[in-house]
């Protein structure tokens, strides 16, 4: 009998473990939901161009390991094949066409990548001056609860005061 009781009194503690359980993981999706994607400056959730966005896909494909070890790779086979040639070399040993190549790629890359860092680093830039303006208000509002916390307990002293009036209040 005891036993059941026992049992009884677990599952209902269960049942409400559960309900907080459940709140506590909506709070938290909640929370997740709206910490990262609402917190961003104005000016950051404006549509990109068409240019922006492919000087971003370039900068982040161009800085990849499968880039490089893809280029790395096309360059083997191309050397490989003029040098093993006999007859019919497009580009033979100083590998001219291929150095044309090689440099044609950097200066195309070189500017696309550095509009993408640029924009980057004014992205960095604004983030970082409103993460500041937001840390400035949140100070202000702290320095403001600290006063009124302040003045409650100079509150809290003269209601004891008046309570138990042998008390002498310390003067801080």
């Known amino acids: 009998m005891i ?3 026992m049992e009884n009194n677990t599952s209902k503690g269960n049942h409400n473990n559960d309900n907080n359980k459940g709140i506590y ?15 961003r400056h104005p000016i950051l959730k404006a549509e990109l161009t068409l240019g922006q966005r492919s000087a ?15 280029l790395l790779s096309i360059m083997a086979v191309w050397m490989v094949m003029n040098f093993l040639m006999i007859k019919y070399k ?11 190549v090689l440099s044609t790629l950097a200066a195309l890359q070189a500017p696309v990548i550095l509009m993408s860092q640029n924009r980057q680093t004014e992205r960095d830039r604004i983030n970082a001056k409103y993460d ?8 202000r509002e702290i320095q403001n609860v600290q006063k009124d ?9 003269k209601i004891d005061c008046v309570r138990y009036p042998t008390k002498i209040p310390k003067k801080e």
């Open 90 to 100: 497009w580009d033979p040993y100083p590998f001219i066409l291929l150095n044309f």
């Open 25 to 39: 993981y909506k709070l938290r999706q909640t929370i997740r939901k709206n910490t990262l994607k609402n917190h």
């Open 56 to 70: 971003d896909w370039v900068a982040k494909w161009a800085g990849s390991w499968v880039f490089i070890i893809g």
């Open 3 to 5: 036993k059941k009781k």
């Open 132 to 139: 500041y303006q937001v840390n400035r208000k949140a100070e």
């Open 149 to 157: 916390l302040n003045h409650i307990k100079v509150l809290i002293k």
